[in-house]
């Protein structure tokens, strides 16, 4: 089983920012994508951003310019650096992980999520 579990959500005022961790545990031989995604209060689930194993990320366009995606491979930890925020980021942030449990079956992959991070950005 793996676990994730996300942390750094809070309350901050329009124009601050904040840097969301994820960090994954239990049996994990590696990790491909890690993702970022958000839900705001009746609204779809949306992606925020990705970074894959080897280092190429994404960021919607949304956001793109001031939140910044990124990963310890050797933690099995992504970020998610939250600059400029603004109201309408206010969300349920969840992380998202492609995760390989073992190396004698390398192909096979499962897909985690967090419980979520509450962040909050007042006008």
């Known amino acids: 089983q793996v676990q994730l579990v996300e942390s750094g959500g809070g309350l901050v005022q329009a124009g601050g920012s904040l840097r969301l961790s994820c960090a994954a545990s239990g049996s994990i031989f590696s990790i491909n994508d890690m993702k970022w995604y958000r839900q705001a209060p009746g609204m779809q689930r949306e992606l925020v951003a990705s970074?894959?194993?080897?280092?190429?990320?994404y960021e919607a366009v949304s956001v793109k310019g001031r939140f910044t995606i990124s990963r310890d491979n050797a933690k099995n930890t992504v970020y998610l650096q939250m600059t400029s925020l603004k109201p309408e980021d206010t969300a349920v942030y969840y992380c998202?992980?492609?995760?390989?449990?073992?190396?004698?079956?390398?192909?096979?992959?499962?897909?985690?999520w967090g419980r979520g991070t509450q962040v909050t950005v007042s006008s």
């Open positions: 998202n992980a492609d995760v390989v449990p073992n190396k004698s079956t390398w192909w096979q992959s499962f897909d985690y």
């Open positions: 970074a894959t194993s080897g280092g190429v990320t």
